[in-house]
């Protein structure tokens, strides 16, 4: 097998239902030679035998072990294991455009203070509800300045949604923190720009990845993110906090506030809450626009917004304020909460 540029890694947990899709996109990519470690937490599905199958007949395909089972300890796994002078992530319910690691190595050839570069997350689904889902996780009212859901142009940014990174660097800041089970990968993307390097977003690399199907599942997910971003706050303190970051918490804390104040004064308490109702219907209607003509469920866009605001806030505040940490996750990232 040639030497490869870049290894692939790819942490799995119980993903028999897309694994398969998450590998060809991976053998698929162009002008790179690459390897594909496939660290598997221990399925209890067919994900292992699955890419067992594709190893014996794809020399380019390697499956790990990882008894810990979560991904900062698969990424590990991976990265120990990589051959690769740059290593990507990318997961096993995603897929990515064809020149996806070509484009990402190719920048970083370009401008040697660049240690990785990510690409744009579109959503996924083929229910209506969840369609409702992904295009609430496009719109800038739903995720704030986090332009790896909706940025139209390369530049600088603080975080890279599925990284292509020298593998250097990324054995330089010591891999990923295995004590965060959530927001491992800022929190990697936070050490590798406090070591003094830099990190692009390209709008051209595409990241298609499978959403909640559910507002409810939403919001169970972005409180289990909200917690996430909590211990990673605590644990690296102020520097890691976006303004973005405490939009939610603040709304989580006002609308309490104004519910107060609705036992004695309703109709004022109805008048501070009208502006963020203001706004999810606008945005609501934004999206519903540019639904495109795929079906689409109505009643499930202000739903999502809402799922991921109160979510992420509420998890956010459990997280920072009374230390409780997200659960772990079962695997099948579209199913679990």
Same mark, same amino acid.
């Given at each position: 097998?040639?030497?490869?540029?870049?290894?692939?890694?790819?942490?799995?947990?119980?993903?028999?239902?897309?694994?398969?899709?998450?590998?060809?996109?991976?053998?698929?990519?162009?002008?790179?030679?690459?390897?594909?470690?496939?660290?598997?937490?221990?399925? $209890? #599905?067919?994900? /292992?035998? !699955?890419?067992?199958?594709?190893? +014996? =007949?794809?020399?380019?395909?390697?499956?790990? %072990?990882?008894?810990?089972?979560?991904?900062?300890?698969?990424?590990?796994?991976?990265?120990?294991?990589?051959?690769?002078?740059?290593?990507?992530? $990318? #997961?096993?319910? /995603?897929? !990515?455009?064809?020149?996806?690691? +070509? =484009?990402?190595?190719?920048?970083?050839?370009? %401008?040697?203070?660049l240690a990785a570069v990510g690409g744009i997350r579109i959503g996924v689904?083929?229910?209506?509800?969840?369609?409702?889902?992904?295009?609430?996780?496009?719109?800038?009212?739903?995720?704030?300045?986090?332009?790896?859901?909706?940025?139209?142009?390369?530049?600088?940014?603080?975080?890279?949604?599925?990284?292509?990174?020298?593998?250097?660097?990324?054995?330089?800041?010591?891999?990923?923190?295995?004590?965060?089970?959530?927001?491992?990968?800022?929190?990697?993307?936070?050490?590798?720009?406090?070591?003094g390097h830099r990190i692009a977003f390209d709008p051209e690399m595409h990241?298609?990845?499978?959403?909640?199907?559910?507002?409810?599942?939403?919001?169970?997910?972005?409180?289990?993110?909200?917690?996430?971003?909590?211990?990673?706050?605590?644990?690296?303190?102020?520097?890691?906090?976006?303004?973005?970051?405490?939009?939610?918490?603040?709304?989580?804390?006002?609308?309490?506030?104004?519910?107060?104040?609705?036992?004695?004064?309703?109709?004022?308490?109805?008048?501070?809450?009208?502006?963020?109702?203001?706004?999810?219907?606008?945005?609501?209607?934004?999206?519903?626009?540019?639904?495109?003509?795929?079906?689409?469920?109505?009643?499930?866009?202000p739903l999502s917004f809402m799922a991921m605001h109160y979510g992420w806030?509420?998890?956010?505040?459990?997280?920072?304020?009374?230390?409780?940490?997200?659960?772990?996750?079962?695997?099948?990232?579209?199913?679990?909460?």
């Amino acid at each position: 097998m040639v030497q490869p540029v870049v290894s692939v890694l790819m942490p799995v947990l119980n993903e028999e239902k897309s694994v398969e899709e998450a590998v060809t996109s991976v053998l698929g990519q162009r002008d790179v030679d690459l390897e594909l470690l496939v660290i598997d937490g221990r399925s $209890v #599905d067919r994900t /292992a035998q !699955i890419v067992r199958e594709i190893a +014996a =007949r794809e020399p380019r395909v390697r499956l790990l %072990d990882n008894p810990e089972v979560i991904i900062p300890a698969a990424l590990n796994v991976g990265l120990a294991a990589a051959e690769g002078e740059f290593v990507a992530r $990318v #997961d096993g319910h /995603a897929s !990515i455009s064809g020149d996806y690691l +070509a =484009r990402g190595i190719g920048h970083m050839r370009q %401008d040697e203070e660049l240690a990785a570069v990510g690409g744009i997350r579109i959503g996924v689904s083929t229910t209506p509800s969840g369609r409702a889902v992904a295009m609430a996780l496009s719109s800038p009212f739903g995720v704030g300045d986090s332009i790896n859901h909706f940025g139209t142009h390369f530049q600088l940014t603080d975080h890279a949604s599925f990284g292509v990174y020298r593998t250097a660097v990324a054995r330089e800041v010591g891999g990923w923190d295995e004590n965060l089970l959530v927001n491992e990968d800022v929190d990697f993307d936070h050490r590798i720009l406090g070591a003094g390097h830099r990190i692009a977003f390209d709008p051209e690399m595409h990241i298609y990845w499978h959403v909640r199907e559910s507002a409810g599942a939403l919001l169970r997910q972005y409180r289990r993110y909200g917690r996430g971003k909590a211990a990673m706050a605590r644990k690296n303190g102020p520097s890691a906090i976006r303004p973005r970051h405490l939009a939610a918490p603040v709304a989580v804390v006002g609308t309490a506030a104004l519910g107060l104040l609705a036992l004695r004064y309703p109709r004022l308490a109805a008048v501070g809450y009208s502006p963020y109702l203001l706004g999810v219907s606008a945005a609501s209607a934004l999206a519903w626009r540019d639904r495109g003509t795929e079906k689409v469920d109505l009643l499930s866009l202000p739903l999502s917004f809402m799922a991921m605001h109160y979510g992420w806030g509420l998890g956010f505040l459990e997280g920072y304020v009374l230390g409780r940490t997200p659960q772990r996750a079962s695997g099948n990232s579209r199913t679990a909460g």
